[in-house]
């Protein structure tokens, strides 16, 4: 089981390897791949070191799933010529999500979708993945009818220079700048560039996912905001739904979800927060309450570490179910 990862030396391939070594993922032979200025570095796995090589090299070498984590540009050029010599794909870019084509998998809600003849498989943008976990278990019951969400991301999502700068004011250096404004003592209502709407792209990506992933008849509206911290994304989730929920099923829901953890407790000031996430692969959900200004609609507070579920983690448990379904 030879296994590619695209994008070995970023934050989220980095990742992508050790969630890999974690989970125990039965890999042979670990083909890390990165930009040509990266090529000779070793990689460790497994008390193993391994070279990175660049692309055609990963290409001849054969592995049976390679895990990309470099860029839409890089996907779109690439993931075709590894699907071409019968490699599967799981792409942690923008560049396939929307393809009526190709898959859009969040295990835990729609990897049985997934057949022998998908070769090139997306992974959906990590403020989605979070969201669509915590809501599906919800919509199976009550219909999810539309989501108000608005969140609270984590500079890692942005990469190495983002943590960077957030490190580099910390101190008072001046350095590289990931974004156009100081992200320290600050929030930035930003994330990716404005589109034709005046809606950012991150914005409608989770408009879009949510839709493909769950239902396209649900409506969803987001404001999509970077703040200064580093443990994972947050969100503020409104969700009205078809039919009359009770709270205490709610919950019962939650607690019996695969990949969700419950932490509402607000008595004792329990609920969950980006430090407690981080490092995990589940989605904690807290803060669960009606709102009480339209019926059938609930508030809730859903956060996960977004370089983990929101990106390798999801990706390595695509890998696992086309292992276990013997899909590869």
């Known amino acids: 089981m030879k296994i590619a990862v695209v994008g070995a030396t970023g934050l989220v391939g980095t990742k992508m390897i050790q969630v890999l070594e974690e989970r125990n993922f039965p890999v042979t032979e670990l083909i890390p791949v990165a930009s040509e200025k990266s090529v000779g570095k070793e990689i460790s796995f497994k008390g193993n070191k391994y070279k990175v090589v660049n692309m055609q090299t990963a290409i001849d070498k ?165 703040i200064p911290v580093m443990g994972g994304h947050s969100e503020s989730v409104n969700v009205e739904f078809e039919n009359e929920f009770d709270l205490d099923d709610v919950r019962n829901l939650l607690q019996n979800a695969p990949g969700v953890v419950l932490v509402d407790d607000v008595k004792n000031k329990k609920y969950p927060m980006p430090i407690d996430a981080h490092d995990k692969d589940e989605v904690f959900v807290g803060r669960l309450r009606r709102d009480e200004t339209q019926p059938k609609t609930l508030n809730m507070w859903i956060v996960a570490d977004n370089l983990r579920k929101g990106a390798a983690t999801n990706a390595v448990q695509i890998a696992e179910y086309l292992v276990e379904h013997k899909l590869i």
């Not at 490699?87 to 859009?104: E, F, G, H």
């Not at 729609?110 to 992974?123: F, H, Q, V």
């Not at 539309?146 to 609270?152: A, E, L, P």
């Open 62 to 226: 054969k592995p049976a799933i390679a895990l990309f984590s470099a860029g839409g540009g890089t996907a779109l050029e690439w993931a075709p010529e590894f699907a071409a010599a019968g490699i599967t794909v799981i792409d942690n870019s923008s560049a396939w999500r929307m393809d009526p084509a190709k898959k859009l998998i969040v295990p835990e809600i729609n990897a049985a979708e997934l057949k022998r003849t998908d070769k090139i498989i997306a992974n959906p943008n990590c403020s989605t993945i979070q969201m669509v976990v915590a809501l599906n278990p919800l919509h199976k019951k009550y219909k999810v009818k539309r989501i108000v969400v608005s969140t609270y991301q984590s500079v890692t999502g942005t990469g190495v220079k983002a943590v960077n700068q957030l490190m580099n004011e910390r101190k008072g250096i001046k350095g590289e700048m990931a974004y156009p404004y100081t992200i320290d003592l600050n929030v930035i209502p930003q994330i990716d560039v404005f589109t034709d709407n005046d809606y950012t792209k991150e914005e409608m990506k989770m408009v879009n996912e949510t839709k493909k992933i769950m239902d396209s008849s649900i409506r969803v509206t987001s404001t999509t905001v970077r």
